[in-house]
């Protein structure tokens, strides 16, 4: 490997470099802002003339357009997201919440590839001990999986380098180290680092190369935004520990959609996978209940159908309280305030509590009109049939706006029994073709999809 590496402390407001380390920039004035950076050897300048051929570039057209190689896990739903398995050479963070299933989707990864690929799993949080008996648990028995206790990111590349494993999975970046730095293990520096050496060891030597990531108190990805950029393929698991449900999204991939997503349910035998998400979210859901009503959004290709719950009571407090699990808080604000400027309908005094069952997150405008027409269900206190499906976006003035693919949408609805469906009427001229088994009601406004659920 390289020799002694050599760091510096730079300002991260104004840029100055200082050997040491100091609580206040003496250039300029700024407080905590010296971060360890290693600085690249210097090296003699080079004579360049107008006939140096050091640097070639080569016409697009004569590169190859073969596609890449890609292993196919055996996952569905893992290699849907990652756009077909996993591509040679790649880097790919895996991060999400801790307890979430990213060890376990790692091991049951080792159990689905094929018997011949060799994989080496590095752990600077476990013993070796402590992944057997995961294994065991999760039933994996694979001859050529190979464990490493260690978190030296140095001897690790260097065992890469002379085993030249088929894959390599690193749990988790933030315990990796370069003895080198003499910051401590999860700091930025050594974050940064230790993923660039592995970037090179599985770039040079086109090994794939699985790194899990931990998640700060927002929930965003530990250590720098750098580490996202360095990375091929970013994907994150939402849900929550207490709920069976996870969605594996990828917010990154140069070698994919970023709009597909897995869904899995975590049982005692590691995370299945989902392959009908809409039946699994729907089948606990009340019938004949006020504040209900089904949504339909689309994640990637998938439309997905999933229950909005909706809870309004008289407050107790001085200020009415807003509650929304699933659902974007201001969103919620901003429906609230349509249904009373343009409806008529008063949540001023009154406690609103929006759920959206499943542990799943409604973020496409989309599902605004199911919300919407829970919320007066839930005022009213009438009940929304069961066999009605809404969705649509809901403008400012109360107007439906039209949303994508609605005819996937319907079919999905029709194929799950459902007989009614509300949607924006500048929808309707796109669903040509649709079975009859369902009723598709156009409103162009949200005044006309309540008159439609409240009879």
């Known amino acids: 490997m390289a020799g002694k590496i050599k760091t510096a402390y730079?300002?991260?407001?104004?840029?100055c470099m200082s050997a040491k380390w100091s609580g206040k920039c003496n250039n300029c004035g700024e407080w905590n802002t010296l971060e360890e950076t290693v600085i690249q050897p210097e090296t003699k300048s080079k004579t360049y003339s107008s006939t140096a051929s050091f640097i070639k570039a080569i016409s697009i057209n004569d590169i190859s357009s073969e596609f890449e190689t890609r292993t196919v896990i055996g996952?569905?739903?893992?290699?849907?997201?990652?756009g077909g398995g996993i591509v040679n050479g790649s880097v790919v963070l895996l991060s999400g919440d801790p307890g979430i299933g990213k060890s376990t989707i790692l091991l049951q990864i080792c159990d689905k590839l094929p018997s011949n690929i060799r994989i080496l799993y590095v752990s600077g949080e476990e013993s070796a001990m402590q992944i057997k008996l995961r294994a065991q648990r999760l039933g994996v028995f694979n001859a050529n999986l190979f464990i490493m206790a260690d978190n030296d990111t140095q001897a690790i590349c260097e065992y890469i380098l002379a085993e030249k494993p088929d894959l390599v999975m690193i749990d988790s970046i933030q315990t990796m180290q370069i003895s080198e730095l003499s910051s401590s293990a999860g700091s930025i520096v050594q974050v940064r680092e230790s993923t660039n050496m592995f970037l090179r060891v599985a770039k040079s030597n086109n090994?794939?190369?699985f790194i899990v990531g931990h998640v700060n108190k927002g929930g965003d990805i530990a250590g720098p935004k750098v580490l996202e950029h360095i990375v091929d393929t970013v994907l994150y698991f939402e849900g929550e520990r207490n709920q069976s449900y996870r969605i594996l999204r990828a917010i990154k991939n140069r070698f994919g959609s970023t709009n597909e997503i897995g869904v899995f349910e975590m049982k005692e035998t590691g995370l299945c996978q989902v392959e009908n998400p809409s039946a699994a979210i729907l089948s606990g859901r009340a019938y004949n209940v006020s504040g209900s009503c089904i949504a339909c959004i689309l994640e990637g290709s998938r439309p997905i159908l999933s229950e909005v719950q909706a809870l309004v009571t008289s407050t107790g407090f001085g200020n009415a309280r807003r509650v929304a699990t699933g659902f974007d808080y201001n969103r919620l604000n901003m429906l609230l305030a349509v249904l009373e400027k343009r409806i008529g309908l008063h949540y001023s005094n009154r406690d609103v509590y929006v759920n959206v069952a499943g542990g799943l997150r409604l973020d496409e405008p989309a599902a605004d009109l199911a919300v919407a027409l829970s919320l007066v269900s839930g005022l009213r206190d009438t009940v929304i049939s069961d066999d009605i499906i809404a969705f649509g976006e809901i403008g400012l003035s109360g107007e439906l706006r039209s949303v994508s693919r609605p005819l996937d949408r319907v079919k999905e609805a029709a194929r799950l029994g459902f007989k009614t469906?509300?949607?924006?009427?500048?929808?309707?001229?796109?669903?040509?073709?649709?079975?009859?088994?369902?009723?598709?009601?156009?409103?162009?406004?949200?005044?006309?999809?309540?008159?439609?659920?409240?009879?």
């Open 10 to 15: 730079v300002c991260t407001n104004c840029g």
């Open 75 to 82: 996952i569905n739903e893992l290699d849907r997201v990652l």
């Open 207 to 209: 090994i794939p190369i």
């Open 421 to 455: 469906c509300i949607l924006p009427k500048s929808c309707l001229k796109h669903l040509k073709g649709i079975s009859d088994d369902i009723n598709v009601i156009g409103v162009s406004s949200l005044k006309e999809a309540i008159q439609q659920i409240i009879l």
